[in-house]
């Protein structure tokens, strides 16, 4: 593990908000792994199991890219996380389950590579809902399309089958079984750089991670990530640093579900959208049947495509929902704590 917690992206930025001067107990890391009640995490010295803490949102809880100050307690575990540093990127998508909760992906990371395959399991919808949350961590986006090799008719044909994906997001193709097919993947990695993988299950992203490991992705991850007690865990979300000062690696498992926290990446990745509906005649066009109204003009000329607005639509009422449904639970939560201090004021008085 590197002792410079430059190569592990650590930079003026962060250094800023951190005291000049920490007590002996207290340390800067970066958190590689999360076991739930449990993070792993590195710096300069070997890697260690410390608390998280206890965050009442669920947005402040450190998770797999996070740079945290913690504290050696003596105890089992051996450190405590007592503050969370400043995220520069954050990639958040709405959890799983019926409770309106946001779930951290990934922090801190400077590129996330989008990965999507030229087999059967490819979905331009999917596609398009990464690259909303991808927009909404405020990192750069990077769609890899791998396998290419089982395109015939080669990258013109598949950039057809992509849809109008904006310019702010890189498209590189990739394949495993042709001689320098992973090569477009190299100007991505830089020293003190962290690149996220995500994509749904069967699309090769464990083959692309294991390259860029130099390994075999399970072996690493069954790698032990010991404690002073010798304590071993597993993870779904890690953080590898990779060989060759290349910057770092944050791995996720393939997702059957990408819920939308927000709706604040739809702009960026719905970019040729945003622009017509800016050229309407009037500010508060419904984009129906209205007189001067641009997105329908490019509907009927075959300029947008009829697939692509239904799913910006779609996608607008989800996040739109979403938003409801944390403004409820917000307007629950504070009204128990209202009543809450009003049954402590009345114990009180009596």
């Known amino acids: 593990m590197s002792n410079d917690l430059n190569d592990l992206g650590f930079g003026p930025d962060l250094a800023s908000h951190v005291p000049e001067h920490l007590d002996g107990d207290s340390f800067i890391a970066r958190v590689a792994a999360d076991h739930g009640a449990l993070l792993t ?98 990192a750069e986006g990077v769609v890899v399309v791998h396998k290419a090799d089982l395109e015939p008719a080669g990258e013109r044909a598949w950039r057809a089958r992509l849809g109008a994906i904006p310019s702010a997001f890189r498209v590189v193709f990739t394949s495993v ?43 690493v991850q069954s ?35 990408l819920g939308l926290w927000s709706g604040t990446g739809l702009a960026e990745a719905f970019a040729d959208i945003e622009r017509l509906e800016r050229s309407c005649r009037y500010r508060d066009c419904g984009h129906g049947s209205e007189e001067g109204c641009a997105v329908q003009d490019a509907l009927s000329d075959g300029r947008l495509d009829e697939r692509r607005w239904e799913h910006h639509l779609k996608l607008q009422r989800e996040a739109e929902f979403q938003e409801r449904r944390r403004s409820k639970a917000e307007s629950r939560a504070s009204g128990r704590a209202f009543a809450k201090q009003v049954r402590a004021h009345k114990k009180e008085a009596w």
Request: hydrophobic share 40%; charged share 20%.
């Open 223 to 257: 790698q032990r990530l010991d404690d002073d007690r010798g304590r071993h865990t597993t993870t779904g979300r890690r953080l590898f640093v990779l060989p060759g000062d290349r910057g770092l690696l944050i791995d996720t498992p393939g997702m059957r579900e």
């Open 41 to 138: 995490l590195i710096g300069r010295g070997p890697p260690l199991v410390a608390r998280p803490g206890v965050p009442t949102d669920p947005l402040d809880r450190p998770s797999v890219g996070d740079w945290v100050i913690a504290r050696y307690t003596g105890g089992d575990p051996p450190a405590m996380v007592t503050a969370l540093l400043p995220r520069r990127t954050v990639l958040v998508r709405q959890s799983t389950g019926l409770a309106a909760r946001p779930q951290i992906l990934a922090a801190n990371v400077d590129r996330v590579l989008v990965v999507t395959s030229m087999n059967k399991d490819f979905n331009v919808n999917r596609l398009e809902r990464y690259l909303a949350v991808v927009a909404a961590s405020g």
């Open 177 to 219: 079984v042709v001689e320098g097919g992973l090569r477009p993947l190299e100007p991505l990695l830089e020293p003190g750089g962290t690149i996220a993988l995500i994509g749904s299950s069967g699309v090769g992203k464990s083959t692309l991670s294991n390259h860029l490991l130099g390994g075999d992705l399970q072996r």
